[in-house]
Nanobody, 124 residues
Framework: QVQLVESGGGLVQAGGSLRLSCVAS????????MGWFRQAPGKEREFVAA????????SYADSVKGRFTISRDNAKNTGYLQMNSLKSEDTAVYYC?????????????????WGQGTQVTVSS
């Protein structure tokens, strides 16, 4: 089992920045991919970004490309999502997720473990 705890969400004005963190604990040696997803009220959960835990493969949703940066610190078992130039449409609950094996995926069903989510609210 892998436990994930997100933090760093909050209220920010449009154009501002936030950095989300996701700390993994438990059987962390089994992690292959870390992903970030978000879910806005009344909408389905959508892919934001993903990063391979051991290498440099990464992927971004078109809506965040150039504004968000995903990274990880293996020594701390922590993943990050740096969010710049935030827009009101970025408002959502953000979740980190871990896939135990396999390649990067944009599909939520591919991930095995999920955090509880952290709220990001961008005011216009």
């Amino acid at each position: 089992q892998v436990q994930l705890v997100e933090s760093g969400g909050g209220l920010v004005q449009a154009g501002g920045s936030l950095r989300l963190s996701c700390v993994a604990s438990g059987r962390t040696f089994g992690m292959s991919v870390m992903g970030w997803f978000r879910q806005a009220p009344g909408k389905e959960r959508e892919f934001v970004a993903a990063l391979s835990w051991s290498g440099g493969s990464l992927s971004y949703a078109d809506s965040v490309k150039g504004r968000f940066t995903i990274s990880r610190d293996n020594a701390k078992n922590t993943g990050y999502l740096q969010m710049n130039s935030l827009k009101s449409e970025d408002t959502a609950v953000y979740y980190c997720a871990v896939r135990r094996s396999g390649l990067l995926s944009r599909y939520a069903d591919a991930y095995d473990y999920w955090g509880q989510g952290t709220q990001v609210t961008v005011s216009s």
